[in-house]
C-alpha cells in the first residue's frame, strides 16, 4: 500500500502527459486534413466600434462605425452590422449605411449589403444626392463605390435607375451602365423655353 501511494504522482504525471500528447496529436491531424484552416469561427467581437482611416498629412479622409463587429482570424476579416460609412475628404461628406457589411484586413474594400442608401450632402450650388441598391461596393482610400446591382439615383428632384453603376465621390461622378432610365428636372430658377406663339 506504501509503495503504491508513493508511486501515485508519477501515474498521475505520466496520465497526464499521455492525455498531452494525445491532445497534440489531435490538433495537428486536424490542421493537416485542412479542417483547423476551414473554421469560420470570431475571434473577437466589438460592440459600438468606429474606424478612422487618415491620409498622409493626417486629415481624417474616412469614417466607419457600427453596432458590432466580429472579426475572423482564418481569412482575415470582419463583419460589421449597422455600418455607416462617412467619407470626409471635403466639405461635402458622403454618408453610406446599410444593414451589414463584409470588411477586408485594412478596411479599404468594404462590401455593404442590404438596404444599401447612400448620400452626398447639398450645397449651394448642388441639390442633395442620394443613392439606394442591396449590394455596394466602397474603397474607402478611392472614395469610389460601385455595384452590379440595380440601383435608384436622386439629384434634387430628378431621378435615375438602372442596373449597375459607379460613384466617384472625388469628382462627383455618377455612372449607370445600363437599363437606364431617368427623370431630369431643371433645377429651381432655370428659365423654361417659352411656347411658341
Known amino acids: 500500500m506504501n509503495r503504491l501511494s508513493s508511486h501515485f504522482p508519477l501515474i498521475i504525471a505520466a496520465l497526464l502527459a499521455a492525455a498531452t500528447f ?19 469561427d470570431p475571434d473577437l467581437i ?14 481624417r479622409i474616412s469614417r466607419m462605425t457600427g453596432s458590432k463587429l466580429l472579426h475572423y482570424p482564418d481569412d482575415d476579416t470582419a463583419e460589421i452590422t449597422s455600418p455607416v460609412i462617412t467619407l470626409t475628404r471635403d466639405a461635402r461628406p458622403t454618408v453610406f449605411t446599410s444593414k451589414t457589411a463584409h470588411v477586408n484586413n485594412e478596411t479599404k474594400v468594404v462590401v455593404m449589403r442590404d438596404s444599401v442608401r447612400g448620400e452626398r450632402a447639398a450645397t449651394a450650388d448642388t441639390p ?6 442591396e449590394v455596394l461596393t466602397v474603397l474607402t482610400d478611392d472614395e ?52 411658341p406663339d
Do not use: C
Open 22 to 40: 494525445w491532445l497534440e496529436q489531435v490538433v495537428r491531424n486536424e490542421y493537416r486534413s485542412g479542417l483547423g484552416n476551414a473554421r469560420h
Open 46 to 59: 466589438v460592440d459600438q466600434v468606429s474606424i478612422d482611416r487618415f491620409d498622409l498629412t493626417g486629415k
Open 128 to 133: 442633395l444626392q442620394t443613392l439606394e441598391t
Open 144 to 195: 469610389i463605390a460601385r455595384t452590379d446591382k440595380p440601383v435608384f439615383m436622386t439629384q434634387g428632384a430628378s431621378h435615375m435607375s438602372g442596373i449597375g453603376a459607379e460613384w466617384n465621390n472625388i469628382t462627383g461622378l455618377f455612372t449607370i451602365h445600363s437599363m437606364v432610365r431617368a427623370t431630369l428636372l431643371p433645377k429651381p430658377g432655370a428659365s423654361q423655353p417659352r411656347a
